[in-house]
């Protein structure tokens, strides 16, 4: 095999991984971005007791006289920033490597939000009617079950100690996980467009 034909096969794979890479730097970025908006909005005026500033960017956030549901969306609100600044960091190779203990407590972490925010975007979803109609609710839905089934996987391949095959579930379950934040930031897009 002559050398241009390996490096014609070795150019491509360098321009996914940098593209991969870059991808991967600007999702961390938008996300640490979007935990810190969460925390901002949802947590600072939580803590203040001013509830109704929820409703700011969630038109139910807050309901009153709703008490299971408030607990619900505020449960779901936590977890959303925990799960924001957790899943990067399961994904970086680095972290992993120098850190696994804090990959398996993080992972532990990841796994159970993912699962209780499924639940909690269920309920608000379906018993709080607060995720754009029967439409939303649908799309919710599905994300949740999603979350569920890549949720699973990843620990089930992971206590077996299939690494590669786990890995490829942990990277679905984040894409699951940010299916949220994608959506917000394709709202965003669309809405300054026009």
């Known amino acids: 095999m002559s050398s241009s034909v390996i490096l014609s096969k070795e150019k491509p794979l360098k321009i996914l991984k940098t593209s991969v890479n870059i991808w991967f730097i600007v999702v961390i970025t938008g996300q640490f971005i ?12 939580g803590i203040a007791g001013d509830f109704e500033r929820w409703n ?3 038109g139910h956030g807050y309901v009153e006289k709703d008490f299971v549901g408030n607990i619900f969306f505020g449960l779901h609100i936590v977890l959303a920033a925990i799960i924001t600044i957790g899943g990067p960091l399961q994904l970086i190779k680095k972290v992993r490597a120098k850190f696994p203990k804090f990959h398996r407590i ?10 209780l925010i499924s639940i909690a975007g269920l309920y608000l979803a379906w018993i709080r009617s607060s995720v754009g109609g029967l439409i939303g609710s649908i799309f919710i ?5 999603f979350i569920i089934i890549c949720a699973y996987n990843t620990i089930k391949f992971a206590v077996s100690r ?5 890995r490829k579930w942990a990277i679905r379950l984040f894409l699951a996980m940010s299916g949220v934040w994608f959506f917000r930031v394709f709202l965003m897009l669309w809405l300054t467009i026009n």
């Open 34 to 45: 979007f935990a810190l908006y969460i925390m901002g909005l949802y947590g600072i005026s």
């Open 106 to 115: 993080n992972g532990r972490i990841y796994i159970s939000a993912a699962f």
């Open 162 to 166: 299939k690494l590669k095959i786990h």
């Open 141 to 145: 839905t599905i994300n949740g079950i």
């Open 56 to 58: 700011e960017a969630s």
